[in-house]
């Protein structure tokens, strides 16, 4: 499968970024990036102005449709902090040459799911038969990784097939349509809706078996770090502070569903699933040698290199765990 088009770009501005990018200046606003259909607890501490507060600054929320396109805003300068960016654009652009890196994992989850359409007669048993077919693929995000994962794991051809680059809510309606035969997509609304028109090639449980699983990271740019390790600091230790008070309470449910856009029920099933590690946790389990970051930073980076930007062979460069300290 040669190189979509979407990396093409993001590699031209990383490359860009990586030749005019200088010093930065200690911030006086902050514009932190998101996803709705993502309902994380911090959402709470968004409405409430507790990172403003904790932050001393004016934090602005922006949100997005994919992690992709949290690199590019990053390396112009337009984006500070990513939260929760999937861990497949973060590599994507590491493996560019982009100067970022992560500060610590934002949330855990089932992997990604790919929805076949109903009446295609395929399943895990007997998922060869995608070969030749159309799928909607957002390329270079956690889908992406997940459905290239689930087709090594099925023994699938990957140049066999037609990959369409949509984002979730495109893929839905391509899926309905019949434009498409799989699509591969996030998002607890997107999911949902994708699945009144087909089922689950790989349930969570099958994929989990087969290693299959995903988390994303919070991640910022090498200059805004170390112009601004105080805010940093802070918004990591406003997140991990939110995590456990939702936790003790979810009495406030319904910020998180306001702020992600989702019903009660898709907001719940959603949140279900999220594995919340603590600053101890992340330095302990997943940041410590052998631990689940390292390890799943190895296989992404792998996943997603090709000949003019390979995987590196040491990723701890761009891991910096000093905040969660």
């Known amino acids: 499968m040669k190189l979509p088009q979407k990396y093409a770009g993001l590699l031209a501005v990383a490359a860009t970024a990586v030749a005019v990018s200088g010093p930065a200046k200690a911030a006086d606003e902050v514009n932190v990036a998101f996803f709705l259909e993502w309902a994380t607890p911090n959402m709470i501490a968004k409405v409430e102005k507790a990172y403003d507060d904790a932050m001393g600054v004016k934090v602005n929320w922006i949100n997005f449709e994919a992690g992709t396109a949290m690199t590019e805003a990053m390396l ?16 994507t652009g590491v493996n560019a040459g982009a100067p970022i890196k992560t500060v610590g994992i934002a949330v855990g989850y089932p992997a990604n799911p790919c929805i076949v359409a109903s009446g295609a007669g395929i399943t895990m048993d007997n998922a060869s038969e995608l070969e030749g077919k159309t799928v909607a693929v957002p390329l270079a995000t956690m889908a992406d990784y997940s459905f290239r994962m689930q087709m090594r794991a099925l023994d699938v051809d990957l140049d066999t097939l ?54 994303d990271v919070v991640s910022v740019t090498d200059a805004f770090a170390k112009a601004n390790p105080d805010l940093v600091k802070a918004f990591m230790e406003v997140t991990n502070e939110a995590n456990a008070a939702w936790a003790a309470d979810q009495s406030k449910l319904d910020l998180i569903m306001a702020e992600s856009g989702m019903d009660k029920e898709t907001t719940m099933n959603q949140m279900a699933d999220f594995v919340l590690p603590s600053n101890e946790e992340q330095l302990n389990d997943y940041f410590g040698e052998g631990g689940l970051a390292a390890q799943a930073i190895a296989v992404v980076g792998g996943a997603f290199a090709t000949d003019d930007n390979p995987a590196l062979e040491d990723y701890s460069a761009v891991i910096d765990t000093s905040f969660l300290k």
């Open 162 to 215: 037609t990959i369409v680059d949509q984002n979730p809510a495109d893929g839905v309606v391509s899926l309905a349509d019949g434009a498409v035969d799989m699509a591969c997509l996030f998002g607890g609304d997107s999911v949902k809706n994708a699945l009144e028109s087909g089922d689950k090639l790989m349930s969570d449980e099958d994929m989990q078996k087969a290693g299959i699983i995903s988390f």
């Open 76 to 91: 112009s300068g337009d984006i500070d902090i990513s939260y929760s960016q999937g861990l497949a654009p973060f590599i």
